[in-house]
């Protein structure tokens, strides 16, 4: 054994790790090293692929069967983990290091009541075992922990269910954590609440924690020191503000470029996008990984760059690290060209009107119900929304999930039923039922879908999907569809060969692409975009919500853009309007809204994202609870049960009024404008036109 | 719950109404006149056409089928016409005999199925579990006559253990009856035991993968916890089920084996009930049967439910 | 992994050569794949291969134990052994197929139209076929044949009514996962007639698990013809059927064991063959 003059908790050295797949030996991890002082929280960032789960689970020694630790050291605190039998890990799991998991619901056994499952591992007697499960529920807030205790894990909600598994994680008192993706199943406003209290606790009790994740934002809010992983590698690590602040590695400076910020908008810059695809995981490479993405790759990128030491104890993969170190050559791409503001002619005509809608969904009728004939009860997932979209306008929904926003999307491109309510399109009435739209409407409504696995049929070519829309909608006959295909994978940056593909040989990314070709193919007025980025990679979305703003521009087209993040909603909409529950809260242009007054809930909504430019801790509003099941019928607002700022009665049992501000924001509650005004805490609008150079 | 047992037994009558309308209707469309079947070749047009109207035969069909629910649910299940005696206490002997031959299969086949599949899931992929699994996979399809008159050549012939015939006499005890099931239940087993056996490895592998099993190693608890605790519980909740699902594979392979066998049971019974064409006791025997596996599912819905928190609770 | 091959594959072809060299991975399930191909043989070219007739009687030859002349020896009537259960195989295997092959198009073409469009109409064929299958397989067979009459078109209609059922549950239950996926809805979107949106849209999504319900349907059809025919209530004498084959030479088994147990063991290497190779099929569609 080395002399080790100093002892890191947790110390990792040129670790490889890979999978055995049908006799071949596939490298997921190469040479990654890095430690993890005790007291420390070290964030491990990486998109999928990036061996960031895999380096988790090797850092427990709990690799899927195929995995395998195939040369380098771990060490914890004395502990050979590299190299203990397993059965010996088994004193370590839980006592010495502690996992929480990102998906809590799958994550508990479903059959075992919740007090058992953490009292199992105390080895204490029934009772005393029980008093101490209590009291760590009270620790990690949850509220009536008997109740809690006695419940099987479906009958809790998926924020209760993390806590339970923090608590399951504190239980034996360890030195470090693992947090996988902790956050990344829950509601934003969820997220911020869970997210503080891991924060608190292992500050509290001086504890060392991983924390894995592709959220940039959680990790400069949350980690000492962050550690970049990219196609199995470490590219960079170092003291987390540093890195953010100046980022050594062009992939660093590109992903952290490439993440909107809070309040910035297209009519301001373009997203620096990064160009290209991750490599697959596995792949061998020779050079550099990220030297076909690369701006500044040169020849010596050909040969594979050794992790060069900067000074302030930070690492970086780059064979130029020393030149973009002292200034010499920039490692941001050359300033992206800022796009026209769209000429914002007042008087624009609306396209699409939809006034009072509402969606109800029948529940599955009891016994009682269907023995007496009665309506079987209904859940109202949209209650009497109303706006409107001018031509060439971009309207941003954006909710949390169950607000409806979907539901909404697929009303309005006739994909779901209405109970009430009427569209206008296009100077006509919009029928709520798809049969009864013509062939043209269908045309002018096209929509692209959250989830590019399903988007897209498995069994059909690129080329047949984007030829079907040309012959239906346009009436092409099929030589002609054919040639035009080729034209739209080249608008939407596809080489030909493309056409030949199958979904399953694109990337999650191009798979977007083809979907954003095929609802432009028949230059519709109005796109339904639902969540078009939120399935993708951090590294790839801004190319792709570049994408969409630019084939908007070229048509022309109207869009309502869904999303649960501010952050891009904001980008990309001229106008924002805010859901929770059905109902929407707030309408406001773009800037407007990320300005005071603001609404309650959309003020939650903008103190819990965390920020990328600077640390500002943890969210100031934390609201109370979590959204109320959608069975559970609100009289009044129905954001009173959480809202910081509830009058009293008035807001339980009263609608709220509309309110009009002389800045064009209409919002939805009992406090009118002075109120608002004084009760909002900080601004977080920042005018990015007047911080661009 | 009680919502759920209660749409549960609504199923089951359902099932029951829609089930008992379809055999009467099969066996309305059998073959031949019942009037003549019962007064034989060389009764009179007279005769024949007194013995329809006194048998309710020249009645439309839906009446028929009112009345013949009627007599089944009183417990007036008629006269065979092949044996003249009364269907009801003849077919629960021959059901006393079945459900005999059914306890041996149960007992010799569902725990030694658990623990092959249970050791085939824990090994996925090993060599224990390529073995088991070939070998259920060629049991599993195998008909039971195949396997029947196999199993009589070594046991019966070669080594002379068991009797090749097992023609129990009528009432006989179990312990009377009791060598002479045991090849008849050992070959009905061969296929509940590959079947019941390849489930629980199913069952297992799935439960394997699942994250709360994870989360249960990385609390640091014993492997043997782990398994024990966490996993069969949810791994065999499926495998319960299935047992009593798979009555009705058995019940089809017992028809084979009674048959191979010489075995007095429902099986045999149903056979000769085709061949005499004796529709009463066929409808009998059909209608007895299906009750037997609509129960066996009723009570493998309630198993699963009480189980499974997720539905009991609801 | 095979997925990933598959999706690499771009015509149909190539992807037919991926799924037969997955089958050959595992030697279980090529084991299965060559009994299969070797019985399918037998039953194409089966006559021309048979030394004699399947009901020439060679009354000198009678009672015959495998030899030279008669491999597997002569029945009880002078019939030779072999070629009887060459050309059974034509009698099983056709049986078989053809019924599994009725039970597909029906239970894919039923179970399509119920999943997709869901309501009153499922709900009543679901019922209808729920109490069908409250019968189990062997008694409805029994029941049907009773009504039929023994005929090898009454047990080619046993195979599909028994099967369909089945078979449309699965299609059904796959529909009902697939129509709700997005594609689905942007073919609907860009105004895709019902017939392009089912046939088109959704059926290709059926077809591994089709595929492999298909061959395990063909397993038990033979199971069941066989069954059928030792029960006597099958295909009737004097066909060379393989069930009926052991009924008829059970009551001289210890004289001439080998009249019973060629015929047996053809069904029992027919039925493990088909079953090996359903499961390789099963393994290299799903993907484990």
Redesign the interface.
Known sequence: MTERNHHPLLEIKDLDVAYR??GSVRRVLRGVSLRVESGSILGVVGESGSGKTTLALAI?R?LPKEGFIQAGEIWFDEHPIHALPL?QM??????EI??V?Q?PS???????KIGEQVA??LHLHPDDARARVIQLFKTVQLADPEHVANS?P??LSGGMQQRV?IA?AL??KPKLLVLDEPTSNLDTTTQAAVLKLICDLIRDRGMAAIYVTHNLRLVRQVCDRVAILYAGELLEEGPTQQIFDQPNHPYTRGLLDSIPRLGENKSHMRLRSLEGRIPLSGEPTLGCNYRSRCHLSIEICEQHPALFELSGSRVSRCHRWDEIDRGEIDNRKSSAESIPILRTSKKRLPILGIEDIRVDFPLQR??EEFIGRKQPRKVQAVGGVKFEILKGQTLGLVGESGSGKTTLARVI???QDTAGGTMRFLSSALPSR?NGRS?ET?RQ???V???TD????????VEEILR??LQ??LGKNRTAAKRDVLFLLDSVQLSAEYA???P??LSGGERQRV?IA?AFA?HPTLLIADEPVSSLDASVQAAVLNLLNDMQEKDGTAALFISHDLAVVGYLADVIAVIYRGQLMEVAEAHELFKPPYHPYTEALLSAIPKIEYKNGHAKIQLKGEIPSPLEKLEGCPFHTRCPHRLGEICDQEQPPWRTLASGKRYFCHIDEDGLQKLSQDNYFRDYAELKE | MLRYVLRRLGFLVLTLILTSMIIFAMTQLLPGDTARVILGREAGEGALEALREELGLNDPLPLQYGNWLIHFFTGDWGVSFSTRSAILPLLMGRLRNSLMLTVVILFMSIPFAILLGLSAGLREGKLLDNLISVGSLSVVGLPEFVSGLVLIQIFAFGLGWFPANSSIRIGSSFLEALPMLILPALTATLVLLAYVARLTRAGVIEELKQPYVRTADLKGLPRRTVILKHVLRNALTPTITVIAISFGWMISGLIVVENVFNYPGLGRMLLFAIERRDLPLLQGVTMLTVVGFALANLAADLIYATLTPRIRLS | MIRVALGAASTSTRRLKIIIAALFQRPSSSVGVIIVILFAFLSIFGPALAPYGPNEQIAADARQSPSIKHWFGTDQLGRDVFSRVILGAREVLSLAGLGTLVAVFFGSFIGMLSGYFGGFLDEVIMRLFDSLLALPAMLLALLLLGTLGPSPGGLLIVISVVYTPIVARVVRSVVLRTKTKAFVDAARLQGESLGNILFREIFPSTLPVLAVEASLRFSYAIFLVSSLGFLGVGVQPPSPDWGLMVKESRAFVTQMPWAMYFPAGAIAVVVIGVNLAADGLRKALQDD
Do not use: C
């Not at chain 1, 088994?90 to 006592?95: A, L």
């Not at chain 1, 399903?454 to 070519?461: F, G, R, S, V």
């Open positions: 797949i049908r427990l709990y059965e088994r004193t370590i799991w839980g006592k502690a996992f998991p998906d799958s994550s508990l056994n479903p059959s075992i199992e591992m099987y479906h009958q598994l399951m239980n034996l009891t016994f491109v006739g994909l798809l062939m269908l409504l096209q929509m879908f959250q989830n399903e988007a897209l049929n498995p069994y059909q070519t079907r829309p239906r909608m030949k593909r199958l399953s040989q979907a095929r028949s």
